[in-house]
Nanobody, 115 residues
Framework: QVRLVESGGGLVQAGGSLRLSCAAS????????MGWYRQALGKQRELVAI???????NYADSVKGRFTISIDVARNTVFLQMNSLKPEDTAVYYC?????????WGQGTQVTVSS
């Protein structure tokens, strides 16, 4: 199993920035891929950004150029740097990790962007 602990959410004004962190209980080398999803109130959960062990990265079109996913291998932690935030980015953000074919999720962290 993989335990994921997220942090970094909060309330920010439009145009501001936040950095989310997700620490995994296992080595990053055993996790592929790892990424972030979000779920806004009344909507389905959607992919935000995902990174594979080979370095490939995919972003939702809505966040391209504003969000950056990165991994600190030494700390088994994945980050999501979110810049130029918009009210439509408001959602609960979830960290996801795939470990030998099984998907694991964090508890979620709320991001609220005020206009």
């Amino acid at each position: 199993q993989v335990r994921l602990v997220e942090s970094g959410g909060g309330l920010v004004q439009a145009g501001g920035s936040l950095r989310l962190s997700c620490a995994a209980s296992r080595s990053i080398f055993s996790i592929n891929p790892m990424g972030w999803y979000r779920q806004a109130l009344g909507k389905q959960r959607e992919l935000v950004a995902i990174k594979t062990s080979g370095g490939n990265t995919n972003y939702a079109d809505s966040v391209k150029g504003r969000f950056t996913i990165s991994i600190d291998v030494a700390r088994n932690t994945v980050f999501l740097q979110m810049n130029s935030l918009k009210p439509e980015d408001t959602a609960v953000y979830y960290c996801m990790a795939t470990h030998y074919g099984d998907n694991y999720w964090g508890q979620g962290t709320q991001v609220t962007v005020s206009s």
